[in-house]
Structure formats: structure tokens, C-alpha cells
């Protein structure tokens, strides 16, 4: 049983991580990178989810193709 909370830890660690990277792509501050970092450790789908849906309008509106982040 305690492999199980051992996967979800990493797992919830490495969302952090991304989450933070795209706060950072966004522009966000420090503070609101430290909070979407911590959601993605707590609720990582939906802090992924909510960050890559922001990141894919912010290339729409760039003008960029949205697989060039």
C-alpha cells in the first residue's frame, strides 16, 4: 500500500514542477507561480489542465501555432 502513495507523490512533484514552468511561460509572478505549483501537487489534472487551456489561448492570440511553446 505504501507504493501506492510513493507513485502519486512523484507523480504530484513532476506536476508541480510543470505547473510552475507554464506560470512561468504565462508571465505570472513568483507568488502565483508558487500557488499554480502548489496546486499541481495537490490536484495535478486540474492544474495542468486549467495552465495548458491558458497557454494554448495565449498562442491563439499571439498568433502562434499552438504546439510551438
Known amino acids: 500500500m505504501e507504493s501506492v502513495y510513493v507513485g502519486y ?3 504530484g512533484v513532476i506536476a508541480a514542477i510543470i505547473a510552475a514552468k507554464w506560470a512561468m511561460e504565462l508571465g505570472f509572478r513568483q507568488t502565483r507561480q508558487l500557488l499554480w505549483s ?5 490536484l495535478p489534472p486540474v492544474a495542468l489542465l486549467a495552465l495548458y487551456v491558458r497557454l494554448i489561448r495565449q498562442c491563439a492570440k ?4 499552438a504546439a510551438a511553446w
Open 9 to 11: 507523490g512523484w507523480v
Open 62 to 65: 499571439d498568433g502562434k501555432p
Open 38 to 42: 502548489i496546486a499541481g501537487f495537490v
